[in-house]
């Protein structure tokens, strides 16, 4: 029998989410992290000094030249993807990039292109697409075990005092309530329900001029979803989902899912599992989980680590297999969500 190849694994940048992965990897079957580049050599050798046999570069280039990797994740910020994107694809190096893609539609357009003549993978790192709560629950609704989806609601807020410079606030740096947050449950709401057939929205503008809140309602086939996203409160950061026959829910924050439960009535699962981290509503959810409540179904996915285990077996099988696209999370999904978000974006923001 032959052994599977593993996959070595390039980091450009080290910021927060670079040591996300960093630590994930060592869940991920089948993949090793060798490398680590940033324009400051001192911050990359740091980095690579926490992690055992992994080389500091101070570049793409030349950790793309050293020859000692098989696939970099871009985990810079979104308005630096597009070039080191193309310079992984004109290099023929398989590229996982952080979500979302790019700070444009244009740009991840761009990115496509030069994909579809570069024949390695090229992927956003989507990852909740890729936890086993997600996929199990995909399988579910499909199965049929809500009946018809009719409604899909997510919320997901997060508090940020405003600060100009920081990334969430600045456009300069990719900032926005919806590229960093929104670009979730859009890219969950298609990933269980196909393309929307229109599109609503309106936003908010912080004083810097970029969305600090926004709200989607898209219209499928037979169902809706209703999304909304800000940095000037705390959300439930909770996931609904209602059928004709019951309602799935999936706790906060459903980003990071490690299950589900079904319950048989949307009063029922508002009343066992609500939204949101205060007190109250953690200790009505703990105290309903000891309750046996007929007709709910628990369904557990526990997982050590962050989550980002999942994408990174994902994307190292499908570049042991030679695929350009990830099967289940497609280029086309990536600018379907970007086109999305700038539609909601074209408006003018509402005030008050």
């Not at 790019?102 to 090229?122: C, F």
């Not at 929205?201 to 996203?229: K, N, Y």
């Not at 009505?284 to 628990?298: A, D, H, M, S, Y």
């Amino acid at each position: 029998m032959n052994e599977k190849k593993i996959i070595r694994w390039g980091i450009a940048g080290t910021g927060t989410i670079a040591r996300q992965f960093a630590s994930d990897i060592g869940y991920a079957d089948g993949a090793v992290l060798s490398a680590v580049c940033s324009r400051d050599l001192a911050r990359a050798r740091e980095f690579a000094g926490h992690h055992s046999g992994v080389v500091a570069f101070d570049s793409l280039a030349s950790m793309i030249g050293a020859q000692t990797i098989d696939a970099i994740y871009l985990a810079t910020p979104n308005t630096a993807h597009r070039p080191a994107a193309l310079e992984c694809i004109a290099a023929g190096v398989p590229v996982l990039i952080e979500k979302p893609m790019t700070a444009s539609l244009n740009e991840a357009l761009e990115i496509e292109r030069a994909a579809r003549s570069g024949g390695s993978l090229v992927m956003e790192a989507m990852w909740s697409r890729y936890l086993p709560a997600i996929r199990a629950l995909r399988t579910v609704l499909s199965d049929g075990a809500i009946g018809t989806v009719r409604k899909l609601e997510a919320d997901i807020a997060w508090k940020h005092d405003f600060d100009p410079t920081s990334r969430f606030f600045d456009k300069s740096q990719g900032g926005g309530a919806l590229h960093d947050l929104g670009i979730y449950p859009i890219s969950l709401a298609r990933h269980f329900l196909g393309d929307p057939v229109s599109i609503d929205g309106s936003w908010r503008a912080a004083p810097s001029g970029v969305d600090i809140a926004a709200t989607l309602h898209m219209q499928f086939p037979g169902a809706e979803a209703e999304i909304r996203c800000a940095f000037d409160r705390e959300g439930s950061n909770r996931m609904v989902i209602e059928g004709e026959k019951g309602v799935v829910v999936i706790a906060p924050p459903f980003i990071k899912a490690s299950g589900f439960t079904i319950y048989p009535s949307r009063r029922l699962a508002d009343l066992a599992e609500p939204g949101g981290n205060g007190l109250p509503d953690r200790i009505r959810r703990k105290l309903f989980k000891r309750l046996p409540l007929p007709g709910t179904k628990v369904h557990g996915f526990g997982f050590e680590g962050g989550g980002l285990q999942f994408e990174i077996e994902a994307a190292s099988e499908a570049i042991r297999q030679g695929l350009g696209e990830e099967p289940d999370n497609r280029l086309g999904d990536s600018i379907a969500a970007l086109r999305i978000i700038e539609a909601v974006l074209a408006e003018p923001p509402v005030t008050g």
